[in-house]
């Protein structure tokens, strides 16, 4: 075990304080000529290097017995963004048993999210299936004539299938490691949704562009990123009029989304209701109404922002901040 940090800061100052008292002594018999002829030149002598020495010494000890504290920030560090799994290295035997409780406790996560993890996509591709069932039903209920009846059905498991996607992204999402510790090249991921949107709504001739700075690299998995983006394009292209734009830029140290549309926008007090789950202005309109939902647990889980606004070209326009990094090489 390593040495007690309290024993080397203790001996620290028992050195320290030796040589500040061989030093005062040493100026008490100078002030006072205790000692006659060269017996004061040679006890100033040797108390100067006497308390000099245990002064460099209790200084040492003092500041070797820190540099385990100040390797544990790194070691912390290193764990948050994922470049490791536990805290690493050798510290004084008062701190060592703290850094084998919070190893065990990051063990006990570990194991907890994988469980988690697991439980969800069991329960939720349980209920795929009854669910797939009641849609064979509603079918089979429209082919009897019964077209209300499969309507209702067919709309309820939709929603109830877009309950169980969106736990099975969260449990994903939980699932996916620290925060900080992947990092995905923005340009390729928006350039693809982009086309995968002009694709989906091809029938209404939208106007769909990207405006990207190159090389900007966000502290995001790349699956994530396409959900982000995917579900906040989807949403403008639902309601613009004839055109989307999305830009992306860094700021500093942060990568930031907007996406902007030219439908008829949201006023500023359904913007937050908008925000929360499964809540839709139109019931009419398209979608589970978990989209910006999904968004919005995507945003807090990378510690990001998300901002709701009236959008240059007249619509909505949605902002997001997220950490990036520099691009590889």
Not at 93 to 100: F, H, R
Not at 118 to 141: F, I, S, V, Y
């Amino acid at each position: 075990m390593a040495s007690s940090l309290r024993s080397r800061v203790i001996l620290a100052s028992v050195l320290w304080t030796g040589g500040l008292l061989a030093l005062m002594h040493l100026l008490s018999l100078l002030f006072i000529h205790a000692l006659p002829g060269s017996q004061g030149g040679h006890a100033a002598i040797i108390g100067t290097i006497v308390g000099t020495t245990l002064m460099i010494a209790g200084a040492v000890v003092a500041w070797r017995s820190l540099v385990p504290l100040r390797g544990l920030d790194d070691q912390v560090l290193s764990v948050t963004t994922g470049r490791s799994a536990r805290i690493a290295g050798a510290y004084p035997a008062e701190v060592q048993p703290v850094i084998d409780r919070l190893n065990l406790m990051l063990d006990d996560r570990e194991r907890a999210i994988r469980r988690a993890h697991a439980a969800a996509g069991d329960l939720a591709h349980a209920l795929k299936t009854p669910l797939a069932l009641l849609l064979r039903e509603a079918d089979e209920a429209r082919t009897a004539g019964q077209a209300d009846l499969a309507d209702a059905i067919t709309s309820h498991v939709r929603r109830m299938t877009a309950h169980v996607d969106r736990q099975l992204n969260r449990a994903r999402i939980a699932a996916s490691g620290p925060i900080g510790a992947d990092r995905c090249r923005v340009v390729p991921c928006v350039d693809s949704l982009v086309h995968t949107m002009r694709r989906l709504h091809a029938d209404r001739d939208l106007d769909i562009a990207a405006l990207a700075a190159p090389d900007v690299v966000a502290s995001v998995r790349q699956e994530d990123l396409e959900e982000l983006l995917g579900n906040l394009l989807d949403n403008a292209c639902k309601w613009a009029r004839s055109r989307v734009v999305v830009t992306v830029g860094a700021r500093g140290d942060a990568v930031v989304f907007v996406v902007d549309d030219d439908g008829p926008g949201l006023p500023a007090e359904a913007r937050e209701a908008v925000m929360r789950r499964g809540v839709r202005l139109d019931e009419t309109a398209p979608g589970s109404g978990l989209g910006l939902a999904i968004v919005r647990d995507l945003v807090e889980h990378y510690r990001g922002t998300i901002e709701l606004g009236p959008s240059t070209m007249g619509g909505l326009g949605v902002k997001v901040t997220v950490g990036t990094g520099t691009p590889d090489t």
